[in-house]
């Protein structure tokens, strides 16, 4: 007897898992094939792919990352928002101050020159003396201070534009999270419908070992009654073909325990803790049909980076406004207060004197300030202007990029849909020709071994590409989901 190819079954089936390999590349882990049976239990918690989603949400990296940067952004905005609250400058002192002796002055006769009375400093009194400190120099203390107010009064909108580049700013970092959520959306549904084909995967193998089994008994029978049906090579050959399998599954497993923890990431489970699904049978989800102008149109409101660029454009153009303004001045009004007292000072009798250690002033002024450096302004300006014309075009390049990712990834999804369909008509008739080519062998009529493992080789290969297939299918609504900015898999109907 000549098998129809040594290994077809878990040839067949390493195809397919081959994809689970590649998608699942990003989700490695060390949990152990054994822990999945005992994540299906009643005693643990069964998580639908919403729960995992929420979970994942809520305690991920990624949306810490995205979240920091949107306060970072609002904490722009709130800067930019209150601009306009008038500032304040304090300035304080509290120095070690030695003596200060004011310069007194007497008349000493007519001045012969001017006719007037000469003025001259008061006997006892050392210029030259006064400077140094000695011992018998007496040493007290200097509180100074002085404070500035600034209120804004005209900028000819530069406060404004700040507001409007930093509102947009913060429209970014929002749409940041979205983009981020969306994609840890993306990366938990890959790992789910993983594991959801792992399952179903290994079942195919166990079916197929089990009918194996069932094959080999019947040789062994014949073989002990001599019979003559079948020779010790056939059995020698169905052996191989066990042991091929039971690679197969042992592939299969490994693949499993990934996406297992990939979903134990997702969910925030602990090692050893364990978890369940809701349901580990793989079906394809349920998407409402719509046209291809129709997704597209939902992406340019939906996709968060699309969003992200029409706000960096707008912050752009802001920014482009507070250059211009730049050119004319600020006019604020301006408060000052000035105190000092020093214990070791002597206070002059003169209101007009300018003394450094005891006085009391205050005062408020209208003032403007402008900058009259033009080649700096003209620069930043011109900067600014081509930064708004680099944006506009790349947003630009964003929406045709999207749009050519709608149309390509839409195909992608009704070409998957319509191979489900097809996928399971094949699966039906590749068990059906099982189950036939089964029972006749079982009968002893007149069905070969060979027969029935091609059945079995050609019901595995269909039953595992229709798997592949929903699980393509699902992430190809995923990734469409993730370029329009909107969850497209819906319940289905209760009449479905």
Known sequence: MKLSQPGAVPRAFLAVVATLVAVLAAWTGAASADEVPGAGTDEVPRLSLEDFLRRAESDNPV???????????????????????????LDAVLAPLPERRLLRECISGIDPASGLPAVIPCPGQDIEDDEQITADTQIGILVKSSARVTFPIYTFGKVEAGQR????????????????????????????????????????????????ADVKSTIEKELAKESGRFTSNDLRELVLEEVELAVGMLQTEAL????????????????????????????????EPRSVDAYIEL?????????????????????????????????????????????????????????????LSWGVVLGAEVSLDFAVLVGKLGEAQAALQKQR??????????RLEVVERAAEMERRRQEVDLRELAMRAGKALLVSKTLNFGAGLDTSAEEVLTALVKYSKARLKY??????????????????????????????
């Open 63 to 89: 949306m810490g990352i995205a979240r920091a940067t949107l306060a970072d952004y609002a904490a722009k905005f709130d800067r930019a928002y209150y601009a306009w609250i008038p500032s304040i400058k």
């Open 256 to 287: 499993q325990s990934v996406a297992w923890e990939a979903l134990r990431l997702a969910g925030g489970f602990e090692s050893r803790q364990a978890f369940g699904l809701d349901t580990l049978e793989l079906a394809p989800v349920h998407v």
């Open 299 to 359: 992406a340019s409101v939906s996709r968060p980076d699309l969003r992200a660029a029409e706000a960096a454009v707008r912050a752009r153009d802001s920014l482009v406004d507070l250059a211009r303004a730049e050119f004319l001045p600020d006019v604020a009004l301006v408060g000052g207060f000035g105190f000092a007292k020093g214990t070791t000072a002597e206070d002059s009798p003169d209101p007009f004197a300018n003394d450094n250690y005891n006085y």
């Open 165 to 212: 580049a930093a509102r947009a700013g913060l429209e970014i970092g929002e749409a940041g999270v979205d983009i981020a959520r969306s994609g840890l959306a993306f990366e938990v549904k890959r790992a789910y419908f993983g594991a959801q084909l792992t399952h179903g995967a290994l079942e195919v193998l166990r079916d197929g070992r089990s009918r194996l």
């Open 393 to 402: 075009a790349q947003r630009d390049g964003l929406r045709l990029k999207v």
């Open 467 to 496: 798997d592949q297939t929903i699980y393509e299918f699902n992430l190809a609504t995923a990734r469409l989901s993730r370029t329009v900015g909107v969850e497209l898999a819906v319940p289905a109907p209760d009449d479905e």
